[in-house]
């Protein structure tokens, strides 16, 4: 729905730079420090989220007879076809005037257009370190994957109901090595169809998943 508007990336501002491929998205995303990675992750991998944009457009707002400008850091659709822009920032920073003008000039738009807003900070998106691992190690098996073993998957989606098994005793009931069960999990997991307590366990071979009603 939206192109990123910052298209000469050498050029944008912003420290730890990263270029991530985003499976959802099947395109490079741009992202301007650690912290808008970290929260890239989250809305990646989760299945809720079927489209977003980072700095997908530029706002223009009057306030107080001056005229500001912002670029959001995220635009975001859910499947349930609600909107949100995302701002992303370091707790420290919030309370800085410029940052504070940023915020207000987006949230301004936001409640002209009946999309909500939200400002996420590293204490939200870093609350969970277990998570974000989890996230990164997903990610991560996607990549270097660009298909997982359709010739399991029917086995598989059968072994697996809405209670819990371990990814290793599903390899045992299938016979194959369990790191080869992992692509297909972390696919399934990615896509919702489904789950497992990502905020307590890590991806291995003992995390136990289940099948979404």
């Known amino acids: 729905m939206f192109?990123?508007?910052?298209?000469?990336?050498?050029?944008?501002?912003?420290?730890n730079?990263?270029?991530?491929?985003?499976i959802k998205l099947q395109r490079d995303v741009h992202l301007s420090s650690n912290l808008e990675y970290d929260n890239w992750l989250s809305v990646e991998?989760?299945?809720?989220?079927?489209?977003?944009?980072?700095q997908p457009f530029e706002i223009?707002?009057?306030?107080?007879?001056?005229?500001?400008?912002?670029i959001p850091d995220m635009?975001?659709?859910y499947a349930d076809g609600t909107e949100e822009i995302r701002e992303v920032k370091y707790e420290r920073d919030i309370k800085e005037i410029r940052v504070q003008r940023q915020i207000k000039t987006q949230q301004i738009y936001c409640k002209d257009k009946g999309?909500?807003?939200?400002?996420?900070?590293?204490?939200d998106i870093r609350s969970n370190q277990n998570l974000l691992s989890?996230?990164?190690?997903?990610?991560?098996?996607?990549?270097?994957?660009?298909?997982?073993?359709?010739?399991?998957?029917?086995?598989?989606?059968?072994l697996i109901n809405t209670k819990s098994i371990s990814i290793e005793q599903i390899a045992i009931k299938l016979?194959?090595?369990?790191?080869?069960?992992?692509?297909?999990?972390?696919?399934?997991?990615?896509?919702?169809?489904?789950?497992?307590?990502?905020?307590?366990?890590f991806f291995g071979k003992r995390l136990e998943v289940y099948k979404n009603d």
């Open 75 to 77: 635009w975001i659709l």
């Open 115 to 123: 999309i909500i807003h939200r400002v996420i900070t590293d204490k």
């Open 45 to 54: 991998c989760n299945p809720f989220i079927i489209n977003f944009c980072e």
């Open 3 to 15: 192109t990123p508007i910052n298209k000469n990336f050498s050029k944008k501002f912003g420290n």
């Open 134 to 158: 989890n996230y990164k190690t997903i990610v991560m098996i996607l990549k270097n994957h660009s298909s997982y073993d359709l010739g399991i998957h029917d086995s598989l989606i059968n």
């Open 60 to 70: 223009k707002q009057v306030i107080d007879e001056k005229i500001y400008t912002s």
């Open 17 to 22: 730079r990263w270029s991530s491929y985003s």
């Open 175 to 201: 016979s194959i090595p369990v790191n080869k069960l992992f692509p297909n999990v972390a696919f399934l997991l990615f896509n919702g169809t489904i789950s497992a307590d990502l905020n307590r366990n």
